[in-house]
């Protein structure tokens, strides 16, 4: 007798016996017949040894049919994936709203934690999905859950920039002035990616504009580090502390120093941004321009009373900062606005010190004496114009 002549009962017993997916899958594969018969047991097999990795992979390419074979034979609609989560995570995440309300119908959990963006609503949330949050969301998904770097939905989505989704939340009461992740709240994100609309939004809703935290310490100095000049506009407008201090940079005018945008600090300056604040990284706005090699700014920044000979940060002053990186022009013009060339701090001890050779036995900062900084990056016309004015 044949193969394809086998009953179906001794079909199905040869299939339970195989111990693989593989033999499993070739087996059905010989005829319509087998394939009809033993589909189920290949799924039925796929749940109960392999961790219902089909359901996670149909989720996830928008398979609906595949979701619900897997379903059907036994599939769990909360196993946990490393990768995906959930199987409703991951079809939260490419946007597959049928499959979302399939797995919803099966009563997954709407706020099982897993994935690399934590919940459904999260991932669906920072994708855009619209038509999926409102879905999770009328499921009873926590509009303030958090996923393990503590940026909540509200976060997520108003960094992305996706307007609808926020105002979705809003209306379910999602808390405005959340603290926590990478931007530190849903304001300071919208602020760093630009996004004013949202900015309007959150603000219309009471976001505090002075809340601080995150990488860029402020929702105005977010805007100013990333140059978005309408959004620092706005946020002056609402009250926003031009001189709060905290972040990388210190300040919203020391950011948009660091970063080069001459008309965000313009506008901070019109608006008594202090420029001579010491703070962050880099010290003050005029030690921040200058190490990062802004001439125009340094300029703008002097034209308002910056000091030139202010000490801080990792450079110890304005000269230093610019000496070290080999902004010629920009010593020129610290050095024709009084700098010290001998003055002392920071990392390199002095201006020459920055621009002079490594490995020089002299005193101050690790390469010594003060004719020694320049040249460390081999700066001799540095070196020679800060010599000459040491000499003056």
């Known amino acids: 007798m044949l193969l394809p002549d086998l009953p179906d009962e001794l079909l199905d017993s040869i299939s339970e016996n195989l111990d693989s997916e593989r033999s499993i899958n070739a087996f059905s594969r010989a005829n319509r017949r087998l394939h009809n018969l033993l589909n ?3 799924y039925r097999h796929n749940a109960r040894w ?16 595949t979701v619900r074979k897997a379903l059907r034979w036994g599939a769990d609609v909360d196993a946990e994936d490393e990768e995906y989560g959930s199987a409703l995570w991951a079809a939260s995440t490419e946007g597959h709203e049928k499959i979302v309300q399939l797995l919803l119908d099966k009563n997954a959990d709407v706020n099982a934690q897993g994935g690399y963006l934590g919940s459904a609503l999260l991932a669906a949330s920072t994708e855009g999905h619209e038509k999926i949050v409102q879905l999770l969301i009328e499921n009873n998904a926590d ?7 503590y940026e909540s939905a509200l976060e997520l989505a108003s960094a992305g920039g996706h307007e609808t989704i926020v105002q979705l939340l809003l209306d379910k009461n999602a808390d405005v002035n959340a603290e926590g992740g990478y931007y530190g709240s849903a304001l300071q994100a919208a602020s760093a990616e630009g996004h004013e609309k949202v900015v309007q939004l959150l603000i219309d809703n009471n976001a505090d504009v002075n809340a601080q935290g995150g990488y860029y ?4 100095q977010a805007a100013s580090a990333e140059g978005h000049e309408k ?3 706005l946020l002056l407008d609402n009250n926003a502390d031009v001189n709060a201090e905290g972040g990388y940079f210190g300040s919203a005018l020391q ?11 313009q506008l901070l300056l019109d608006n008594n941004a202090d420029v001579n604040a010491q703070g962050g990284y880099l010290g003050s706005a005029l030690q921040a321009a200058s190490r990062k090699g802004h001439e125009r700014i340094v300029q703008l920044l002097i034209e ?3 000091d030139v000979n202010a000490q801080g940060g990792a450079y110890g002053s304005a000269l230093q900062a610019a000496s070290v990186e080999g902004y010629e022009k920009i010593v020129q013009l610290l050095l024709d606005n009084n700098a010290e060339v001998s003055a002392e701090g920071g990392e390199y001890g002095s201006a020459l010190q920055a621009t002079s050779a490594e490995g020089r036995e002299t005193i101050g900062g690790p390469y010594g004496i003060a004719l020694q900084a320049a040249s ?6 540095i070196v020679q114009v800060l010599g000459n004015n040491a000499n003056d």
């Open 304 to 306: 308002n009373k910056a």
């Open 376 to 381: 460390a990056e081999g700066y001799e016309k």
């Open 143 to 149: 509009v303030n859950v958090e996923d393990g770097e």
């Open 231 to 233: 959004v620092v506009q």
């Open 40 to 42: 189920g047991h290949l």
């Open 50 to 65: 392999c961790g219902s990795s089909a359901l996670f992979w149909a989720a996830r390419q928008g398979r609906e049919e």
């Open 255 to 265: 950011a948009a120093s660091a970063r080069g945008y001459e008309k965000v600090v």
């Open 217 to 220: 310490g402020s929702a105005l």
